[in-house]
């Protein structure tokens, strides 16, 4: 079974500044899928980003990227710019690929919660 | 985009009665949807695999009894929390993904919180 932690429950950052959340994972498949999804108060969960294992480069989007680690399983989110809007539980998130891509639910960590101050 | 709708956002109902909560695919038909369970402040775990036209695959330690599941369209599918009691009270979100190239993300519906009174 597949495990993914988080570290980090909560963090503070400056807006304007740049934070990296951290997220470790433990698996034996070899092809996988990562996620960050953001959870506002609304509870509406809300992707970030997405990681292909196969996929040597990191992901970005916009003011979010990730460090993506394979061999030692890691996969941070880093957060530039930080806005008050990106206020929110951050969680971590693996699916297997090993029956195609939709096939398999997610395995979360137990999320960071991420305060902006302003 | 991909869209999942989750109905009753909060439901109130009192202890030893069943709650139907339905997800809807409002713009993919979606053969696998999953539905989580997530406690206050705590991370979203996952209890169960709803497959349209066969019985859902539970998780380890979720009794099939107690979450009826049932898939019988390609955009519905529902969860009844049978002969509910306080200690289902919870968040539970159900999420399903789009054929093709977006189906290894994810879709959320808005989440629906049960209270058992």
């Known amino acids: 079974a597949q495990t993914v932690t988080q570290s980090q429950p909560e963090m503070s950052v400056q807006e304007a500044e740049t934070v990296t959340l951290s997220c470790t994972y433990d698996t034996s498949e070899s092809d996988y899928y990562l996620f960050w999804y953001k959870q506002p108060p609304s509870r509406q969960m809300i992707l970030v980003i997405r990681?292909?294992?196969?996929?040597?480069q990191n992901a970005t989007e916009n003011r979010f990227s990730v460090n993506f680690q394979k061999a030692a399983k890691s996969f941070s989110l880093k957060i530039s710019d930080s806005q008050l809007g990106d206020a929110a539980m951050y969680f971590c998130a693996y699916r297997s690929a090993f029956r195609g891509g939709g096939a398999d639910g997610l395995t979360f960590g137990k999320g960071t919660h991420l305060i902006i101050q302003p | 985009g991909a869209v999942v709708s989750q109905h009753p956002s909060r439901v109130i109902c009192k202890s030893g009665t069943s709650v139907k909560i339905e997800c809807r695919s409002l713009d993919f038909q979606a053969t696998t949807m999953f539905w989580y369970r997530q406690f206050p402040k705590q991370s979203l775990m996952l209890m169960a695999t709803?497959?349209?036209?066969?019985?859902?695959?539970?998780e380890q330690g979720v009794e099939k009894d107690k979450f009826l599941i049932n898939h019988a369209s390609l955009t519905l599918s529902t969860l009844t929390v049978t002969s509910a009691h306080p200690e289902d009270s919870s968040f539970y979100i159900c999420?399903?993904?789009?054929?093709?190239?977006?189906?290894?993300?994810?879709?959320f519906g808005q989440g629906t919180r049960l209270t058992v009174v």
């Open positions: 709803s497959n349209e036209g066969s019985k859902a695959t539970y």
């Open positions: 999420s399903a993904s789009p054929p093709g190239a977006m189906n290894t993300e994810a879709f």
């Open positions: 990681q292909e294992a196969y996929k040597q």
